[in-house]
């Protein structure tokens, strides 16, 4: 058995940093494989070389190499990964990157100053 461990970027909780912005990332941080021998489980600490293939569902979007361990500048959505080990085995991983809502200003009451701008104050919860 092969199980890879993602790190993802973190904007307080969500991440990507704001609703539709593309300022992900997700990357590989570990590959562990096993297997049972009996009732021993036998760690193998390598079967390196790996190679990758990213795809995206959902909203998610490859903005740059499909082959490289980690995904920049993405937006929010899922991504499967296929990870090829040095003796040709599969494996395949899924993980969500998620964003905040956006700011809706449609049902707000919001006026003019004496000038034709406006002042718009918000404040993060705590």
């Not at 058995?1 to 993602?6: I, R, S």
């Not at 941080?29 to 036998?42: E, F, K, M, N």
């Not at 079967?47 to 995904?71: F, H, K």
Request: aromatic residues 14%; proline residues 2%.
């Amino acid at each position: 058995m092969t199980t890879a461990g993602f790190a993802k970027s973190d904007y307080s909780g969500y991440n990507i940093s704001c609703d539709s912005y593309n300022d992900g990332s997700i990357w590989v941080s570990s590959i562990r494989s096993w297997y049972l021998d009996g009732a021993d489980t036998l760690f193998v600490s390598t079967r390196a070389p790996y190679t990758y293939l990213w795809t995206a569902s959902d909203g998610g979007v490859i903005t740059g190499s499909a082959t490289d361990s980690i995904l920049v500048n993405v937006p929010a959505g899922t991504y499967h990964l296929t990870v090829t080990d040095s003796w040709g085995c599969q494996f395949h991983f899924t993980d969500t990157l998620t964003e905040p809502d956006g700011i809706d200003l449609l049902d707000e009451d919001v006026s003019s100053s004496a000038d034709g701008n406006y002042e718009i104050s918000c404040f993060r919860k705590k």
